[in-house]
């Protein structure tokens, strides 16, 4: 059971996220949001994984199986494409309420690296958690708000 888990985990958790963005997102403004999941989420985890993972060594995935490419999870960037996919679509307009949004998204983020090292997908160097990478969750988010509230029209929508 336990290895059954650990196998459909990513699937699963990028299954349901993916169907989310269906549900929530409408169809003429999917296509400028998944360009700002690829970006941000996509590209934004190949580019930290391969920080922390490939260059500083302070955290891994481990028990990949089949998604094993390149020292990754081939799952995660996409499973963090539709996640900011989500995130950006529920952005507040009201900056007072995007400062507690980004800041319960850091900690959302951070429970779920807990809930995917428990899985047996991840682990990391014991002093990297909680504080130092809830500080890069936190900047993340911001930096995806701001990307995306500066440069998108559906930002003001």
Do not use: H
């Not at 990307?147 to 929508?157: G, I, N």
């Amino acid at each position: 059971m336990e290895r059954m888990v650990t196998l459909l985990f990513y699937p699963m958790f990028l299954f349901f996220t993916f169907c989310l963005t269906l549900i929530f997102i409408p169809k003429r403004k999917y296509k400028e949001y998944l360009i700002y999941g690829l970006i941000v989420g996509g590209l934004g985890d190949v580019l930290v994984v391969g920080l922390e993972q490939n260059i500083l060594g302070i955290m891994w995935f481990k028990n990949q199986g089949i998604f094993y490419v390149s020292k990754m999870m081939a799952l995660s960037p996409p499973s963090w494409t539709v996640t900011v996919m989500l995130f950006l679509y529920f952005l507040p307009l009201k900056r007072s309420f995007r400062f507690t949004y980004i800041f319960a998204w850091a900690c959302i983020s951070l429970g779920y690296a807990y809930v995917v090292r428990n899985a047996g997908l991840y682990d990391f160097v014991s002093w990297l958690y909680p504080i130092p990478e809830f500080f890069l969750f936190l900047c993340w988010w911001s930096f995806a708000s701001w990307f995306f509230r500066k440069t998108s029209p559906l930002a003001k929508d």
